[in-house]
């Protein structure tokens, strides 16, 4: 019963996982930030375009 209690405390495979759940957040929390702050500007460019074009063919 002792061993099996020692090994069960020794046991690091549980470990490794949370790690990379952690890993796995942060990568989405950048991407996510990353992503948001690229949309502003992309709505920005195509706003401008769709004015140049509808200028451009006028009324």
Request: hydrophobic share 55%; proline share 2%.
């Amino acid at each position: 019963m002792f061993n099996y209690i020692k090994s069960f405390i020794m046991d690091e495979s549980g470990a490794t996982a949370i790690e990379y759940g952690l890993i796995a957040a942060l990568v989405s929390v950048a991407a996510i930030a990353a992503l948001g702050a690229m949309g502003n500007s992309l709505g920005q460019m195509f706003n401008k375009v769709a004015s140049e074009l509808g200028s451009a063919v006028g009324p």
